[in-house]
């Protein structure tokens, strides 16, 4: 599988970017799909996930903010980003996984597959 994320840009605090994933070589309709993000000098954290199409989960940060979809006929993912802040300013990176646990939905290390991200930039 491979993953290609775009949409990033620079835009200014209480704006909107939707972040797209295309995903190729195989059909990820039943994988889960996730969103991090990297931050300059930070670690990379979770921001959004659908489990398997069905459970969605965001990280606190972003709850009531962002909202991840899903396409599955174009094999694609989304990261809708509303009243967006410039603390999230980062490199944002989509991700897949076939076998993830549930428990294990928030963990970066848990994803096989990753796109290479894309850079959102928000300005005060």
């Known amino acids: 599988v491979q993953l290609q994320a775009s949409g990033g840009g620079l835009v200014q605090a209480g704006g909107s970017l939707r972040l797209s994933c295309t995903a190729s070589g195989r059909t990820v309709s039943s994988y889960t799909v996730a969103w991090f993000r990297q931050a300059p000098g930070k670690e990379r954290e979770f921001v959004a996930a659908m489990f398997r199409g069905l459970n969605i989960y965001y990280a606190d940060s972003v709850k009531g903010r962002f909202t991840i979809s899903r396409d599955n006929a174009n094999n694609m993912v989304y990261l809708q980003m509303n009243s967006l802040k410039p603390e999230d300013t980062a490199v944002y990176y989509c991700?897949?996984?076939?076998?993830?646990?549930?428990?294990?939905?928030?963990?970066?290390?848990?994803?096989?597959?990753w796109g290479q991200g894309t850079l959102v930039t928000v300005s005060s």
């Open positions: 991700a897949a996984d076939a076998r993830l646990i549930l428990s294990s939905v928030r963990q970066k290390n848990a994803y096989s597959y």
